[in-house]
Nanobody, 121 residues
Framework: QVQLVESGGGLAQPGESLTLSCVAP????????MGWYRQAPGKQRELVAD???????NYADSVKGRFTISRDNAKKTVYLQMHSLKPEDTAVYFC???????????????WGQGTQVTVSS
C-alpha cells in the first residue's frame, strides 16, 4: 500500500503563513489528481484544494485568495501554501492522490497520515 507523507504542519499565529508538503511515491504521479483535505475536531473531512494532472486548481470558498496548491511532478510532491491563517483553519490536513483507471471503473486513491495545523494566538 502506498503511503503519502505530509510535512510542514505546526503552530502559527493568526495572519501567519505555513507551507505543507506531501511526497507521493507513485509510479504514475503525474497522472494523479492531488488534493489537500482537512478535518477539524467534531467535523467531517472537507476538501481544501485540489489540482488535476493538467494543473487546473480548485479551492474551497473558505480558503480562496489565501491558499495556493501546486505540484512538482519531478519531485512527486504537492504543496499547499497557506497565508493569512485564521483560527478556523485549525485542523488535521491530509494529502490525497486519486486516479481512475482508463475504463473509469476503478478508482485508485491514497491518503497520507495527516499533519496538524493549529492557528492560535
Amino acid at each position: 500500500q502506498v503511503q503519502l507523507v505530509e510535512s510542514g504542519g505546526g503552530l502559527a499565529q493568526p495572519g501567519e503563513s505555513l507551507t505543507l508538503s506531501c511526497v507521493a511515491p507513485l509510479n504514475m504521479f503525474s497522472m494523479f489528481a492531488m488534493g489537500w483535505y482537512r478535518q477539524a475536531p467534531g467535523k467531517q473531512r472537507e476538501l481544501v484544494a485540489d489540482i488535476n494532472r493538467g494543473g487546473e486548481m480548485n479551492y474551497a470558498d473558505s480558503v480562496k485568495g489565501r491558499f495556493t496548491i501546486s505540484r512538482d511532478n519531478a519531485k512527486k510532491t504537492v504543496y499547499l501554501q497557506m497565508h493569512s491563517l485564521k483560527p478556523e483553519d485549525t485542523a488535521v490536513y491530509f494529502c490525497n492522490a486519486a486516479m481512475k483507471s482508463s475504463d473509469q471503473r476503478t478508482l485508485y486513491q491514497y491518503w497520507g497520515q495527516g499533519t496538524q495545523v493549529t492557528v492560535s494566538s
